[in-house]
């Protein structure tokens, strides 16, 4: 399900309709299917997506032309992303010189066992629930974790942290600065769960481990 607060931030940071955009990484296309309808020309591409709206190739194999997109959106996806650096070269050759680049990601380095522990114990909770599911399900390197210390340790050896992120990008984008929020309550959680979170985070009891951020296409060739 499409977060209210991702679909905001994206629509709020890219250039006006009509603009070309890509998504990176969308996922089964939900928030690429609502820039379509607000007025954009969307190409979604995940290479795992199973929907016929998206296409299903790595951001490092996209063909498309030189400086053919006015923007790009990857909401937690250029974590998982491989090979990074050259998927960034691949994103800026395809994006013109000043387009925009709006990024949703998880700050990994911040996801500590407070925040694996809060997660653990909302999903305890419920786990009768219909479509309660694995997170990851679909990756292979996934296994359901049984502490706060096995979730910990999974996310930083297997996802970018965000300054792995920021580093790959910054040759070819000028970088806004991250902004952190709440995130755990889009992990497979429940949007009634932001509430608790921020919270939380407000009392300083688990760290905010959502990150927005948004850049600028410098000019010049990738
Ligand atoms: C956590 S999911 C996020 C999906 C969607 N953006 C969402 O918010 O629900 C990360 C997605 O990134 C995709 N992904 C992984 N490697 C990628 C790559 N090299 N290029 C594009 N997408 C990739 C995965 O297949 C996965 O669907």
Known sequence: ???????????ASLPPPP??????????????LVLACAGYEVLAIDPASRSEHVRPVALHALREPPGSFDAAVAVVSLHHVEPLRDSCR???EVLRDGATLVLDEID???FDER?????LEQRGLRRDEPHWHDPHR???????PGTPSE???????????????????????ELGPPVHGPYLYRWELSP??????????????????GVRLVGTRRPGRA
């Open 90 to 92: 691949r994103l800026a």
């Open 138 to 144: 679909h990756d292979p390197r996934w296994h359901a």
């Open 108 to 110: 990994v380095a911040r």
């Open 151 to 173: 979730i910990v340790a999974w996310m930083r050896h297997h996802l970018h942290d965000l300054g792995t992120i920021q580093g790959a990008l910054v040759e070819w984008f």
């Open 115 to 119: 925040a694996a522990g809060w997660w």
């Open 19 to 32: 603009a070309r955009v890509l998504e990176v990484g969308a996922g089964e296309g939900e928030l690429a």
């Open 192 to 209: 009634e769960l932001r509430g608790a979170e921020e919270a939380l985070i407000a009392a300083g009891r688990v760290p905010a481990v």
């Open 1 to 11: 399900m499409l977060d209210d607060a991702v679909r905001s931030f994206a629509v």
